[in-house]
Nanobody
Framework: QVQLVESGGGSVQAGGSLRLSCAAS?????VGWFRQAPGKEREGVAG???????TYADSVKGRFTISKDNAKMTLYLQMNSLKPEDTAMYYC?????????????????WGQGTQVTVSS
């Protein structure tokens, strides 16, 4: 079993930045960030495999950066140039396979979520 605990969400004005963190209880090969806005499906934001290969949703490319600190077993999502449409609950995810890093069913473990609200 893997426990994931997110932090770092909050409210920010458009154009601002936030950094989300996700502390993991153990290492997994694949990690990712997802988000879900009210009335919408959960969507993949970014993923990273054990080799450091990253994948991003088109909507966040150039603005968001996924990274991890293996020594601290912590995953990060740096979010810059935030837009109101980025408003959502953000979840970190961990799994043993990275065949489909942007698909929710690729992952075995989920955090509880952290809210990000971007005002215009």
């Amino acid at each position: 079993q893997v426990q994931l605990v997110e932090s770092g969400g909050g409210s920010v004005q458009a154009g601002g930045s936030l950094r989300l963190s996700c502390a993991a209880s153990r290492y997994t090969y694949c990690v990712g960030w997802f988000r879900q806005a009210p009335g919408k499906e959960r969507e993949g934001v970014a993923g990273m495999d054990g080799a450091g290969t990253t994948t991003y949703a088109d909507s966040v490319k150039g603005r968001f950066t996924i990274s991890k600190d293996n020594a601290k077993m912590t995953l990060y999502l740096q979010m810059n140039s935030l837009k109101p449409e980025d408003t959502a609950m953000y979840y970190c995810a961990a799994g043993w396979s990275c065949r489909r890093p942007m698909e929710w069913d690729n992952y075995n473990y989920w955090g509880q979520g952290t809210q990000v609200t971007v005002s215009s």
